[in-house]
T-cell receptor, first 115, second 115 residues
């Protein structure tokens, strides 16, 4: 079974600074998608960014970007110019295309943004 | 507005009782999912359904049951066989476009507690 590991249970960053959240995964497949979801205190899950494994170019969404290292099976999330509203639990997730649409989530990283 | 509605927001269960959590979507999405979230942990897949009248077990299906009689509805029953049902339950949905599953959208969740 595929596994997703987030080794940082908690991270903190000063407002306006940059922070990187780590994620590694284990798979023998070559065709898959990776996602970062954000869960603020409201508990709603919000998609932050996604990456297709066959694309070498790292995905970017405004202040959010990823560093996708396929050979190392690493998928880190960089948040630039951190804002107070970025404070949330962040989950890395994996989806294997050959087994349908199901997601496998990591344990999450709680991000605190200090003013 | 289109979205996923989970009800109730809070639910209490007595020992030995079955309870049903509702999940309705008006996004015309093909697939629906149920996840369980325990404190400080990631989401774990309980059941999912990619077409009406068909569903598959996820990683922690024991003690739960589902049905998918309509495309827009995917209720989850927590049976008395589930010995530790206290958790936050999230429903999600996804659409198949051009042969690719799109990212999952999530409801606001139901918190289930044992009395």
């Amino acid at each position: 079974a595929q596994t997703v590991t987030q080794s940082q249970p908690e991270m903190s960053v000063q407002e306006a600074e940059t922070v990187t959240l780590s994620c590694t995964y284990d798979t023998s497949e070559s065709d898959y998608y990776l996602f970062w979801y954000k869960q603020p205190p409201s508990r709603q899950m919000i998609l932050v960014i996604r990456q297709e494994a066959y694309k070498q170019q790292n995905a970017t969404e405004n202040r959010f970007s990823v560093n996708f290292q396929k050979a190392a099976k690493s998928f880190s999330l960089k948040i630039s110019d951190s804002q107070l509203g970025d404070a949330a639990m962040y989950f890395c997730a994996y989806r294997e295309e050959t087994s349908g649409s199901r997601l496998t989530f990591g344990e999450g990283t709680q991000l605190t943004v200090n003013p | 507005d289109g979205g996923i509605t989970q009800s109730p927001k809070y639910l209490f269960r007595k020992e030995g009782q079955n309870v049903t959590l509702s999940c309705e979507q008006n996004l015309n999405h093909d697939a629906m999912y149920w996840y369980r979230q325990d404190p400080g942990q990631g989401l774990r897949l309980i059941y999912y359904s990619q077409i009406v009248n068909d569903f598959q077990k996820g990683d922690i299906a024991e003690g739960y049951s589902v049905s998918r009689e309509k495309k827009e509805s995917f209720p989850l029953t927590v049976t008395s066989a589930q010995k530790n049902p206290t958790a936050f339950y999230l429903c999600a949905s996804s659409i198949l476009k051009g042969g690719l599953w799109q990212p999952q959208h999530f409801g606001d969740g139901t918190r289930l507690s044992i009395l």
